[in-house]
Nanobody, 125 residues
Framework: QVQLVETGGGLVQPGGSPRLSCAAS????????VGWFRQAPGKEREFVAG????????TYADSVKGRFAISRDNAKNTVYLQMNSLKPEDTAVYYC??????????????????WGQGTQVTVSS
């Protein structure tokens, strides 16, 4: 069993650059692909970014490409989402998720087995 805990959210000004962290319990986390998703009020949950077990493969939604960067430190069982040039439309609850059956990230939320509780990111002046 893997438990995921996201931290790093909060109120951020437009253009800000917070970093979200996803800390995991469980020795096998380092072999799982991990994705970040977000859900804004009244909208469907959407894929943001994903990373392979080694960190060698990353993928991004078009809406965040060039602004966000996903990375991982397997020694710390942690995955990060560096968010830059934030816009009000980035406001959402951000979730990390782990896929135990794949080492490469998917943009489909239904393949992920473990989810964190989410962290709110609000972009507003």
């Amino acid at each position: 069993q893997v438990q995921l805990v996201e931290t790093g959210g909060g109120l951020v000004q437009p253009g800000g650059s917070p970093r979200l962290s996803c800390a995991a319990s469980g020795r096998t986390f380092s072999s799982y692909a991990v994705g970040w998703f977000r859900q804004a009020p009244g909208k469907e949950r959407e894929f943001v970014a994903g990373i392979s077990w080694s960190g060698g493969t990353t993928t991004y939604a078009d809406s965040v490409k060039g602004r966000f960067a996903i990375s991982r430190d397997n020694a710390k069982n942690t995955v990060y989402l560096q968010m830059n040039s934030l816009k009000p439309e980035d406001t959402a609850v951000y979730y990390c998720a782990a896929d135990r059956d794949s080492t490469y990230p998917s943009a489909s939320d239904f393949v992920y087995d473990y989810w964190g509780q989410g962290t709110q990111v609000t972009v507003s002046s």
